[in-house]
């Protein structure tokens, strides 16, 4: 139960005294853990009813006054790749050669800034939230399903309006140049992870639908590779960490699923910090203030206590000082031996964690001296936040050294400290919820 609690200074009473406003549901029942996990990390679960009306208001329909202005790349072999049981499609892609022998890779984020209005009772309520929250058997969107699955989701074979990042890469994969501005495109196929995954290994074609991208796949897939292969050796650290999904069904079944398809979500990975890369280095170039993603490199303190603890391992970072490249060389030394998993949690352990500010601290464990968020806008505020500056910035409303670049840097600190906050709440009630489940699997599998 939720009991609300009055205290003296405010009632004039002796003594503070509670005052039950809500029962959640029956002991030891996963739906009254859901929401007692809730009400403890402030989580919103249904959307008030202006916003859910809102929301329907908008006609899922594109009007032609919506494409002026607008790349139109409807023509291209543009697709999505997703988890099995995803909705919310943030993110197409597409790879192209150029008659100049480059390759011109697209990644295109869904408009949510177009629909979501700064200062509606719409948007409000999607800053408040901040971020979509992925509980085990419930999910909370940011936005409303009208718009988080549909309106704005890369639906295939469908029109959608997006934001686009095309990249011209040379065969190296190396950046010759960047083209960033408003689009429609329309969405040839829906992939899953584990179909791109099988397609990798040769062990399966891509589905009949999709067999006509098997050529753009494996040139996506070698130019990932490189892209990766040149991000670690500029030092992004690369934790080899198993990881599981905890899945729950309608019944309150937990079932946990390894997640395998390693090569086709890194493909997905490595086009998504491309765009945000080079979205990030688009403003700053313009010297345009927006919600950055920084890491800041690991305090002293803690630098000193993890070099202590892995001493004791008989490692050591190389050079002594606190670099993403002397992290990446002590995880090269134990990559695959039993110390792996150890050093992993301690070197972890020791970094500080990545956050959302209003100015650009660079990325330590990415190696990324200009990094932000701008690939979800579906269900994380900061990358809408980022769709808005840019925006403004390509319609010529945004310039450096106006009223309103210098109105914006004012609220940034703020709104970092907030969408921050809301990411960590979401991430602790995940882990809360889990340890539950965890708990619950294991009561019934007791010998």
Same mark, same amino acid.
């Given at each position: ?6 205290? =003296? ?8 005294? *509670?005052?039950? $406003?809500? #029962? ?14 809730? #009400? ?19 006609? &899922? ?8 202005? +607008? ?9 999505? !790749? ?23 890779? *697209?990644?295109?984020?869904?408009? !949510? $800034? ?36 549909? !309106?704005?989701?890369?639906? =295939? ?40 995954? /099988? ?35 500029? *030092? ?28 086709? &979500? *890194? ?48 490692? /050591?970072? =190389? ?15 134990? +990559?695959?031996? =039993? +110390? ?64 309103? !670049? ?24 995940? +882990? ?16």
């Amino acid at each position: 139960m939720v009991v609300d609690l009055y205290w =003296p200074e405010d009632t004039g009473e002796d003594e503070v005294f *509670g005052q039950v $406003s809500r #029962v959640l549901g029956e002991e030891d029942d996963p739906e009254t853990e859901t929401e007692a996990v809730m #009400v403890k990390y402030g989580l919103r679960g249904e959307f008030p009813p202006e916003v859910v009306s809102e929301a329907e208001r908008i006609p &899922r329909e594109i009007p032609d006054s919506a494409l002026r202005g +607008r790349l139109d790349l409807r023509e291209l072999n543009t697709f999505t !790749v997703d988890g099995r049981d995803a909705k919310d499609f943030d993110d197409a892609i597409h790879i192209a050669p150029t008659e100049r022998g480059t390759f011109m890779v *697209g990644i295109h984020i869904a408009d !949510v $800034s177009h629909y979501v209005k700064a200062g509606s009772p719409l948007d409000q309520e999607a800053y408040a939230r901040a971020t979509s929250v992925y509980l085990p058997g419930r999910v909370l969107p940011m936005l409303p399903e009208h718009l988080s699955n549909g !309106v704005c989701s890369l639906v =295939p074979l469908e029109d959608r309006l997006t934001m686009s990042a095309l990249v011209e890469l040379s065969a190296d994969a190396e950046i010759l140049s960047v083209e960033i501005g408003p689009s429609v495109i329309h969405s040839k196929a829906r992939l899953t992870y584990d179909e791109v995954q /099988a397609y990798s290994e040769a062990t399966s074609p891509l589905p009949e639908h999709a067999r006509h991208l098997e050529g753009d796949l494996h040139l996506l897939l070698k130019f990932t590779t490189k892209l990766r292969q040149k991000r670690l050796r500029e *030092g992004s650290l690369d934790f080899k960490m198993r990881e599981v999904k905890v899945d729950v069904d309608a019944e309150g079944r937990m079932e946990l699923i390894p997640l395998r398809e390693e090569t086709a &979500r *890194g493909m997905i990975e490595d086009l998504m910090l491309l765009a945000n890369k080079v979205v990030a280095r688009f403003l700053l170039e313009r010297r345009i203030p927006t919600l950055f993603r920084i890491h800041e490199e690991p305090t002293l303190q803690r630098f000193q206590d993890v070099s202590q603890a892995i001493g004791r391992l008989g490692l /050591a970072f =190389p050079g002594g000082e606190p670099t993403p490249q002397a992290y990446q060389d002590v995880l090269k030394q134990v +990559r695959g031996t =039993p +110390r792996e998993s150890v050093v992993n949690s301690l070197l972890l352990r020791s970094m500080q964690q990545a956050k959302y500010a209003g100015e650009n601290l660079g990325h330590f464990g990415l190696a990324f001296d200009e990094y932000l968020h701008f690939t979800s806008p579906i269900r994380r505020y900061p990358d809408l936040m980022v769709h808005r500056v840019l925006r403004e910035v390509l319609a010529g409303e945004l310039r450096t050294g106006s009223r309103e !670049v210098d109105q914006l840097r004012s609220v940034l600190p703020t709104m970092g400290e907030h969408t921050s906050d809301r990411e960590r709440n979401a991430a602790e009630a995940e +882990r809360d919820l889990t340890k539950y489940y965890q708990a619950k699997w294991a009561q019934a599998h007791e010998a």
